[in-house]
């Protein structure tokens, strides 16, 4: 089983930035291609970036796009969501996902996605 621990949130003002973390632990964890999505109240899950095992693919969703930076370091089974520029639309709990399938390629909706962390909100105030 895979087991995903997501942290790093917490509540900024407008302009602000944090790094969220997600630690991939269990017996078949393998370093697979993963994401972070989002979900703010009242509306649907949504992907927000992806990126491949190896690191040399990365996806954003355009809302984020030059203000958000995936990454990860497989030596430690770690993948990381630096936002920067912080918006008050950006406020949602962050969820990290690992795909039980894939490792080149990127999924950028759930269903690419098999495990699931227990998000971690995020909160930016104007």
């Known amino acids: 089983q895979v087991q995903l621990a997501d942290t790093g949130g917490g509540s900024v003002q407008a302009g602000g930035s944090l790094r969220l973390s997600c630690l991939g632990a269990?017996?078949?964890?393998?370093?697979?291609?993963m994401g972070w999505f989002r979900q703010a109240p009242g509306k649907e899950r949504e992907f927000v970036a992806g990126i491949n095992q190896s690191g040399g693919a990365t996806y954003y969703a355009d809302s984020v796009k030059g203000r958000f930076t995936i990454s990860r370091d497989n030596a430690k089974n770690t993948v990381f969501l630096q936002m920067n520029s912080l918006k008050p639309e950006d406020t949602a709990v962050y969820y990290c996902?690992?795909?039980?399938?894939?490792?080149?390629?990127?999924?950028?909706?759930?269903?690419?996605?098999?495990?699931w962390g227990q998000g971690t909100q995020v909160t930016v105030s104007s």
């Open positions: 996902a690992a795909s039980g399938r894939y490792v080149t390629t990127v999924p950028r909706t759930a269903l690419g996605y098999d495990y």
């Open positions: 269990g017996r078949t964890f393998s370093n697979p291609s």
